[in-house]
């Protein structure tokens, strides 16, 4: 059975991830405590319809019952029985802006006196233990619904194996590092098209620009040591148990450069047999 607990800061996009995951064919439940988890794995390992794919959502709506995250967890490694953990994020301003939006209240703006910037911020640290034990983190900050879908579906509809999936994005610096980021790498080193005018409109998915910058001979030196460093390092990540690798390659901008050299990593590394995808965050942005 392939059992993925979802979490993650609350306006982050639980209830959508969930509903991405029933498409693609996961029984779900919304706002299960954690101390029930393993109680529900045990019946679902003993009903009688075939649930071979289940996905439950746990967050700090439960109160003073999150607390037993940990606990539950480890009651199922005890077990041996596998399960992966999704987490998703955004950054504090647009959480705060999402709940004003819609006028929800955060569950834990009661207890700091209706304050929802310092729930934001206290969710965000209680939450930092389950972050960093996470399989798979989505930060969800400048995701369309469609393209939350879009992750969800490269996660999780194809086979639940062990092997190490690699998620490309491609951005500018002017717009911040990607949250969950593991990898970042500055390509702003590399000759840029900006500056050439029949370049500039393009990005780096149109065939003049790719060309301009992976012909040049500084990025033909950064490529053989770059691909040389990703193929020394997925085996490792690999056998550590790592699900998801996310490597972030930024320019200024988030349209030229960095968009033709995450484009190629992700053509490389499905090359090699490894799963690999690409998300090319900023290049719409002015």
């Known amino acids: 059975m392939e ?6 800061l609350s306006g982050a996009g639980k209830t959508q991830a969930m509903h991405s995951m029933e498409d693609i064919g996961f029984f779900c ?3 299960l405590p954690p ?19 289940v996905a439950v959502v746990t ?3 439960g109160g003073e019952l999150f607390k037993s995250f940990f606990t539950a967890m ?4 005890m077990e041996d029985k596998s399960y992966r953990i999704l987490f998703l994020d955004a950054s504090d301003g647009i959480l705060v802006r999402r709940f004003k939006e819609t006028r929800r209240k955060h569950p834990l703006s009661d207890d700091l006196g209706g304050s929802l910037e310092q729930a934001v911020r206290l ?7 389950v972050r960093e034990s996470a399989d798979f983190v989505i930060d969800t900050a400048s995701l369309s619904p469609a393209q939350l879908k879009g992750r969800i579906a490269e996660l999780f509809l194809t086979s639940a194996s062990d092997s190490l999936a690699v998620h490309c994005i491609s951005f500018g610096f002017k717009f911040g590092i990607p949250m969950e980021a593991d990898l970042v790498l500055d390509v702003r080193c590399l000759p840029n098209p900006f500056y050439d ?33 990703l193929d020394y390092l997925l085996p490792l990540y690999a056998k550590e148990g790592k699900s998801q690798l996310v490597v972030a390659m930024g320019c200024t901008g988030g349209h030229h450069r960095s968009v033709a050299l995450a484009q190629y990593t992700c053509d490389y590394l499905c090359g090699k047999g ?13």
């Open 29 to 31: 439940v919304d706002n």
């Open 74 to 77: 480890e009651s199922l490694k």
């Open 3 to 8: 059992f993925v607990v979802v979490t993650g």
């Open 197 to 229: 005018q029949q370049l500039r409109p393009k990005t780096g998915l149109d065939p003049a620009v790719r060309d301009y910058v992976m012909e040049n001979e500084e990025t033909r030196g950064f490529l053989s040591r770059y691909t040389a460093l």
């Open 35 to 53: 101390a029930l988890i393993p109680v529900f794995y045990d019946l679902c390992l003993k009903s009688e319809s075939a649930m071979d794919r």
């Open 274 to 286: 490894v799963k690999a995808s690409v998300t090319h965050r900023d290049i719409q942005r002015g």
């Open 123 to 129: 969710e965000r640290e209680m939450l930092r233990p």
């Open 59 to 61: 967050d700090t709506r």
